[in-house]
């Protein structure tokens, strides 16, 4: 520790710290640009310069470390000229049109300009002249405005991994942009738009709709992948103007995903419905809440009186809220069934009794950052939990050994140690790192352990594993889909126990440890105990039928991974409840009602993250229209049932009866046993995921989101070598069967499928006739 | 993806050899050191200038995204990312040159060239640049024609340079 005084103030500083990082700790305020914390120092901008005792010259505090009995100076005579001259300097190219710029009222330059600027511009020359470039449909250009402080440029190359802007040209002709239009495609770009900090880069679809003195700004947690992004809300009137980030660090730090801060326009579709809906003979109508109530709830008990309880069953959204989970398994169990599942992405469902009350990450989200060797068994982590991601790139940049396998290559923007692609034989490989942990740890292989080769991949995989001190084996979303998820999870569990590493599970919903919590699950009630009844998991119910469902907040012709086998349960059944904020075209086809709820940001509720973490937030803004919290539906259909325990008055009522929940520790111990890897019969093998924009009703509802290219369209990626091995070379497109579904779908030639391999996404309106996930499908001409 | 959208095969045999030359003298995990040599090499194996493919080639043939490769190539004004003329003429305007009499020099290559700074003469013989210090301060107004510093400049030595071209 070092002693330095700034204006006079005693400070401790740490060795090494440079002093605008002291002052910003003290509070005191030094003007800057260029310094971001999060960020590399550049120390282009000079608008920090202060003035350090027995030097000279002004001094940026950004590039200056501190030393023992260093005295600075942030606001005296020499320091306040230098930031003026700097200023003065920054401004001469300035367009200096603030009433037409989005980032008035909020802008460091202009703050900075109020603060130092002089009133008149001595400024008589012509300014230079740029050119706006169209980065795409989330970021706004007027480069006219930029200071090229860099920060954009350094986001991308150190935070993002995708290096895309950069500054070209030189001195007054320095530009920043892609040189070559192109757009700018990182699942994270929009932190630019914070970054930035004059009005250079600007939300394009928040652009010319608000000012920030109009707004106020609410907490909220983001439902769209299992980090629980802290964010906030900016809200007009009744509108969400836009989401920014809210610093926490140790979630999403200072970041958001694209997916995190763009998915509330999709609340803005033509397809939300603010009135309930009911299905009559003449056609849907829109209703009041008194009729639609009480129609889903004589709906429901029908069902009940012809068919009994078994016959009742509920699908639960991932996203849902831990309260809604809890109150709509506690219906149905009130009513007798134990029918309730939120797997809705699953198959594979057979080590369910085994498994630990909730998934867990196994670490602090944070210890990501930290691990020095990590193994993830399908994931394409990166666009399945961005933030998540972006952690685990910062422990690759350290020397962190990451390895994935997978069943097929992603691109990864952090240097990858070993990725196995495993398309066919994914079990066995799992298998062969097993096998080499084990015999690395000199332990007995256990009965029932498939048979595999172990190669020198394997072996490494396994030996990083055991050096360093965290490590970390990630069961991914991909093992999630995936029929032979019980032996991938433990295998997993395996190789993690073998090598003392961390086991740790990637949820695939944004609540999925919540709906766990709250026992939407078949087996279990909340809190993990046991229930009375014993309930059908979802593909059961879809496979085997039930008379009625009710739906909360899913779409199953989009969220189920069999989403014909879904659709066609839902059209078979008599009766269907949809708790949902969308009257798509499919739910007009499958459901008798449907109960508009609020939106993520309208309603209070609570989230649990991949750490367990409860995060509990209060709506932003009230529901448009009609539109109701989802929790206050369930409970009058609750008290309409006359089913027992749904007198809950407020939100807080609710939560009150999760505390055993919420006592429930983490813990991720998945017993060893036999497992029997699901036969694969040959033949051409789909690969599935959900992209990126295609995992929830909002996501793929927003506009921008789907204009970029992460949106990934419906289609058969395929490696033009198993084309020709299905005589079907050159094809644009062609019918694909899998099960009892097929689909005309457009031909995208991806050499980096495997051979004997489509990929084919999950989640998209084109693949939704298609009968499933992993599995084999036939390709016939079109 | 956009890390690998450049075409290696625009890299003619003779130039990998070349490149793969300057990678070797530099550490296994840096070989985006060797872009200023790529970008060089490139340029003179496509008559003088550099086309967004080429970048894009080097690019991908050093593992390093475009827009680093665009960044040190638009940084320099050695290298010329437009068509351009049999000969490079590139006259510092900086300071020191200035002071001693660049805009001279420049108003007279653009007389006897006919064309602006910037442009290349409609025989395609001869492109005119206005460039920073090119470190030859002592020997101010200066101007550099190809891989030739010529100092002192006046009109008549800037002539006699001229003519001797082909
Ligand atoms: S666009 Fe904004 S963030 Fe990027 S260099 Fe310019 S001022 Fe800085
Ligand atoms: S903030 Fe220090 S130079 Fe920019
Ligand atoms: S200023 Fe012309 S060479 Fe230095």
Request: with cysteine; proline share 5%.
């Amino acid at each position: 520790m070092v002693n330095i005084e700034i204006n006079g103030i005693k400070l401790e500083a740490r060795d090494g710290a440079m002093v605008i990082e002291v002052a910003d700790e003290a509070g005191i305020v030094i003007p800057r640009f260029c310094y971001h914390k999060k960020l590399s120092i550049a120390a282009n901008c000079r608008m920090c310069l202060v003035e350090v005792e027995k030097v000279a010259k002004p001094l940026p505090a950004c590039a200056t470390p501190v030393t023992e009995g260093m005295k600075v100076f942030t606001h005296s005579p020499k320091a306040l000229g230098a930031q003026r001259a700097v200023l003065e300097f920054l401004l001469i190219n300035h367009p200096l049109d603030c009433p037409i710029c989005d980032q008035g009222g909020e802008c460091d330059l202009q703050e900075m300009a109020i603060g130092f600027g002089g009133d008149v511009s001595r400024y008589a020359e012509g300014k230079r002249v740029v050119t706006d470039p169209d980065l795409g449909a989330l970021i706004a250009t007027d480069m006219g405005r930029c200071i090229h402080c860099t920060r954009c440029v350094r986001f991308g190359q150190e935070v993002a991994g995708m290096w895309e802007l950069g500054g070209t040209g030189r001195g007054e002709h320095t530009r920043i942009g892609t040189y070559v239009a192109d757009t700018v495609d990182s699942e994270l770009s929009a932190n630019v738009v914070d970054l930035c900090p004059v009005g250079a880069l600007t939300s394009k679809p928040y652009r010319y709709s608000g000012r920030p003195w109009e707004l106020v700004g609410r907490p909220g947690i983001s439902p769209h992948d299992c980090v629980g992004a802290n964010l906030r809300a900016d809200i007009r009137g009744k509108q969400i103007m836009r989401v920014l980030p809210q610093e926490r660090e140790e979630i999403n730090e200072t970041w958001l995903a694209d997916r995190d801060r763009f998915a509330y326009l999709g609340g803005r579709s033509a397809e939300r419905i603010t009135a309930p809906m009911v299905k009559r003979e003449t056609g849907w109508q829109a209703t009041d809440w008194d009729s639609a109530l009480t129609f889903a709830a004589e709906g429901l008990k029908r069902v009940l009186d012809v068919h009994g309880p078994s016959q009742l069953g509920a699908w639960v959204g991932d996203t849902a809220t831990v309260e809604e989970a809890y109150l709509t398994q506690k219906l149905m169990r009130a009513l007798g069934s134990g029918n309730v599942d939120h797997r809705l992405r699953q198959v594979d469902f057979r080590d369910q009794e085994q498994l630990p009350a909730f998934p867990y990450l196994g670490m602090a989200i944070a210890d990501l950052e930290r691990l020095d060797g990590a193994l993830l068994i399908g994931s394409n982590i990166r666009k399945e939990q961005p933030l998540l991601g972006q952690r685990l790139r910062k422990a690759a940049l350290r020397g962190g050994q990451i390895a994935f396998i997978n069943p097929r290559a992603y691109p990864f923007n952090f240097p990858v140690s070993q990725q196995i692609v495993a398309a066919h034989n994914w079990v066995t490989e799992v298998a062969a790192v097993a096998r080499a942990a084990l015999a690395l740890a000199g332990e007995e292989i256990p009965e029932g352990l498939p048979e595999a080769e172990v190669g020198e991949a394997h072996e490494a995989i396994a030996a990083a594993l055991r050096s360093g001190e965290q490590r970390a084996v990630l069961l991914g979303n991909l093992a999630a889909y995936h029929p032979a998820q019980t032996e991938l999870r433990a295998m997993a569990a395996l190789i993690a126990r073998s090598c003392g590493a961390h086991f740790g599970v990637l949820a695939e919903g944004g609540n999925s440890a919540g709906a766990w919590l709250a026992g939407a699950v078949p087996h279990r009630g909340m809190a993990a105990q046991p229930t009375a009844v014993m309930g059908r998991d979802w593909r059961s119910m879809a496979h085997e039928g039930v008379k009625g469902l009710l739906l909360l907040s899913t779409e199953p012709e989009s969220d189920c991974i069999e989403p014909l086998r879904a659709t066609q349960a839902l059209k078979q059944a008599d009766f269907v409840v949809a708790i949902n904020a969308f009257a798509s075209d499919a739910a007009r086809d499958y459901a008798d009602v449907i109960l508009p709820p609020a939106l993520y940001l309208e309603a209070a509720g609570t989230l649990v993250n991949c750490e367990g973490r409860w995060q509990s937030f209060e709506g932003t803004t009230p529901p448009p229209g009609e539109a109701r919290p989802a929790w206050k539906l369930l409970r009058v259909l609750g008290n309409l049932l006359n089913a027992i325990g749904f007198e809950q008055l407020s939100i807080t009522d609710v939560r009150d009866e999760l505390a055993p929940a919420l006592a429930v520790g983490a813990d991720n111990q998945i017993p060893w046993r036999v497992p029997a890897p699901p036969s694969f019969e040959g033949g051409i093998m789909r690969l599935v995921d959900y992209p990126i924009y295609s995992v929830d009703g909002l996501v793929r509802r927003s506009a921008p989101l789907q204009q970029t290219r992460d949106a990934i369209a419906g289609a058969v990626y395929v490696a033009g070598a198993t084309l020709t091995q299905v005589d079907l070379g050159g094809a644009d497109r062609v019918r694909v069967m899998q099960g009892e579904g097929e689909a005309l779908l457009p031909v995208i030639v991806d050499e980096a499928i495997p051979v004997g391999c489509v990929y084919i996404p999950a989640g998209t309106t084109a693949t939704a006739a298609l009968g499933g996930g992993f599995g084999v499908v036939e390709m016939t001409h079109a | 993806m956009k890390q690998a959208r450049g075409n290696i095969d625009l890299i003619t045999p003779e130039s990998c050899a070349e490149i793969d030359r300057w990678i070797s003298n530099y550490p296994a995990d840096q070989k985006q050191s060797a872009v200023m040599a790529a970008l060089r090499i490139l340029q003179d194996q496509n008559g003088g200038w550099l086309s967004h493919e080429l970048m894009d080639a080097i690019a991908a043939y050093l593992d390093m995204p475009p827009i680093a490769v665009y960044e040190v190539a638009t940084f320099y004004s050695m290298y010329r990312l437009e068509p351009c003329g049999r000969h490079k003429i590139n006259v510092c305007t900086n300071i020191s040159c200035l002071l001693c009499g660049s805009e001279e020099v420049v108003a007279h290559l653009q007389e006897r060239l006919g064309i602006k700074l910037g442009e290349t003469t409609a025989d395609g013989k001869f492109t005119l640049s206005e460039v920073e210090c090119l470190g030859a301060c002592v020997g101010a107004p200066m101007m550099q024609v190809n891989r030739d510093y010529h100092e002192r400049l006046t009109p008549e030595t800037i002539d006699a340079i001229l003519d001797s071209l082909q």
